[in-house]
């Protein structure tokens, strides 16, 4: 294999980490969110994610992030770790999964314009195709799984401000890992997102008090694996390509859920849910692509040009 090739291939390896352990996350959510109150929930996952991640630093000999790093961290920290993860366990309680994926969706799209708007990025025809065919698939998938008249507005708007924060989060993320590492930016990200919810301590308390030992194992699990090392690799991608790419790559998270749904809560998936799944993988498929005139340019630079491949 090319050594060229090999830093692309390691981020895709790391974004298909993390998809995978987003998607399970959903899985534990459900579980979990039956038993912990949204704040309570978010608090103990970010509190064993900053845990693991802490000692991962100690081991490794981190140390903090330069101070340009900090602003990125600290909005990202508040957004994404905190503000999303507590709209997000709020919202799925007064939606229905299928509305709650359908409105969280909206933040990939989000992502690429923020990220043309203030970071610069492209934004090439197949990045867009590829988001659109992800997005049908998305509308597919949420139709499907509608429970029909099982959802309120509030869980909307919050299922909505959960897809801002975490488009602005991301957004927020890329700068900082200019000068820091991605295990940096993501514990500092965790640990500020733990302080953001450390007025759900009490909640916590009392309820892990009673909780069946199931839901806390599920909420631990959510903390070390979905957040502690997805957000890692995460980090990992995104110093490597552009937000908007990145944000595409999340839409084969519903794919996912529908898989792992059917295959550790049997619940069988109907050809409307399979067919939007398949519309979901598609497009990632279309966005992560390059057209071979690209990538013979990237191979065979003009003398008088300067190549200018997205990474």
């Avoid at 060229?4 to 390691?10: A, D, G, K, N, Q």
């Avoid at 998809?19 to 064993?48: D, E, K, M, Q, T």
Wanted: with cysteine; aromatic share 6%.
């Amino acid at each position: 294999m090319n050594t060229s090739r090999r830093p692309e291939l390691l981020a895709a390896g790391a974004a298909t980490v993390t998809v995978v352990l987003w998607a399970s996350a959903f899985v534990s959510v459900r579980s979990a969110g039956h038993v912990y109150s949204p704040g309570a929930l978010a608090l103990g996952r970010l509190l064993a994610g900053a845990l693991t991640l802490g000692v991962i630093c100690l081991v490794r000999r981190e140390g903090w992030p330069p101070r340009a790093a900090w602003r990125g961290i600290g909005v990202s920290g508040v957004l994404w770790f905190g503000l999303y993860m507590v709209a997000l366990n709020w919202g799925e309680r007064e939606v229905d999964a299928g509305t709650a994926a359908l409105v969280v969706n909206v933040g990939p799209l989000l992502i690429a314009l923020l990220g043309a708007r203030l970071l610069g990025d492209r934004l090439p025809p197949r990045l867009l195709a590829g988001m659109a065919v992800s997005f049908a698939g998305a509308v597919t998938v949420g139709l499907s799984m509608s429970g029909g008249g099982g959802s309120s507005l509030l869980g909307v708007a919050l299922c909505l401000l959960a897809a801002v924060a975490y488009a602005c989060g991301v957004v927020a993320q890329k700068p900082a890992l200019g000068s820091a590492s991605a295990l940096q930016v993501t514990t500092f990200g965790c640990l500020v997102g733990a302080v953001v919810c450390l007025p759900f301590a009490g909640q916590l308390v009392r309820e892990a008090a009673d909780a069946p030992v199931q839901a806390t194992l599920n909420m631990v699990y959510l903390g070390v694996f979905p957040t502690a090392l997805a957000f890692t690799t995460w980090a990992y991608a995104l110093a490597r390509t552009t937000a908007g790419r990145m944000g595409a790559t999340t839409y084969a998270v519903p794919a996912l859920v529908v898989l792992m749904s059917w295959l550790t809560l049997d619940e069988v998936p109907g050809p409307l849910t399979l067919a939007g799944g398949a519309l979901c993988l598609a497009g990632v498929a279309v966005s992560r692509s390059r057209a071979r005139a690209g990538r013979a340019a990237a191979r065979e630079p003009r003398p008088s040009e300067e190549s200018d491949v997205a990474p």
